[in-house]
């Protein structure tokens, strides 16, 4: 591993080419970015959905084991994921790297081409190949999708911190590793753990929501109703909690 303080610098270069990249270079890899999360998801629905629901805990571990995919995918294979970005490009801007209306730009960008990679995922691989919409499978992601919309604002928002502070971790883990087996190691637990709590990640939510309105579930009034408290909660777990304490733990006044 490197230090803390080395991650720092790695974190500010790799957050600075993200802004570099050209915008075809951006909405694909988004692309990738919120069709891997998906696939992830679409994974965890397929592994847990027939577990007994007095084993609640066990279908959470169980899901919750395999979701890290797709982030996995993104960092070794090459992916942008916005709530990634929350923090390696907010980590540039308290650098001075970048600015923050670059920040911005990018995270609109991102989110953009995520949300359509998991509305591809979410219709084709979810409601058109039938893998969300028919039997326990169906009823799985209707059951979560409600589960989310029901959440109030300042609960999902919070939910939506906690999350991505976790994200932010396994990015910063994977960035302090120096091979592959380190990064995945570095990147599973992290996430693994986020979704076995019950935290909410925006782009994860841009699948299971959509899949469940796809499936008669839920509207996309509570799917935005949703989108908009966990992804503001997002940018602070991301942004604050990681970016913003280890940049002045480890790099301001230094």
Known sequence: MYSPEEIVEISITKGTAKIKKPLLAKLILGFIGGAMISLGYLAYIRVSASIPAYLASIASLVGASVFPIGLIVILL?????????????????????V??????????VITFANLIGALFVAYFFGHFVGLTHSGIFRDDVIRIAQSKVASPFMPSFVSGIGCNWFVGLA??????????????????????????????HSIANCFVIPAAIFEGGVTWGDFINNLIPVYLGNIV??????SGFYYFSYKFGH
């Open 171 to 200: 990015l910063w883990l994977s960035y302090g590793a120096k091979d592959a087996a380190g990064k995945i190691v570095g990147v599973w637990f992290p996430i693994m753990i986020f979704v076995a709590i019950g935290f909410q």
């Open 237 to 242: 777990g991301g942004s604050i909690f990681v």
């Open 77 to 97: 294979a090459g992916g942008e994921l916005v709530t990634g970005n929350m923090m390696a490009v907010s980590l540039s801007a308290f650098a001075k790297k």
């Open 99 to 108: 600015s923050w209306i670059d920040f911005v730009k990018n995270l609109i």
